[in-house]
């Protein structure tokens, strides 16, 4: 998949990429509304400044959590992989994967350069 920028303006390209992979899927499905408030909760929840986020890769399954027990089935849900690229953000994957138990909605990965920077960062400000 090429990598698409989340605006307004491709709404409709995100939105048939992520209506590609749901395919007949009816539960924990997401949308270009849902993408948009993804990124905004990665900025808020991580609080990186934006000149460290370059390279950023979030891979996030927004439905995750837990299932009663009685559910015998394994759930179904839709990952999106988001890329920040000098202060914007990508939609660079699209997935339909096995429902995370953990409660975790995100797996950022983090390059070199930026755990560098906030460690840096964050040794100054409790030295």
Known sequence: MK???INDANM??????????????????????DIVYMVKDIEEKFNIPKKYMDGVVADVDWHSGKLPNAY??????TRVFLQNKRGNWYLIGVSRSALRQNNKRFDMILPEETIKKLTEKYEAFYA
Not at 72 to 77: G, I, L, P, Q, V
């Open 12 to 33: 409709e390209k995100i939105n048939h990429e992520i209506s590609m992979v749901q395919g007949k899927a009816r539960e924990r499905l997401v949308d270009y509304s």
């Open 72 to 77: 015998k089935y394994t759930a179904y849900s």
């Open 3 to 5: 990598a698409i920028k």
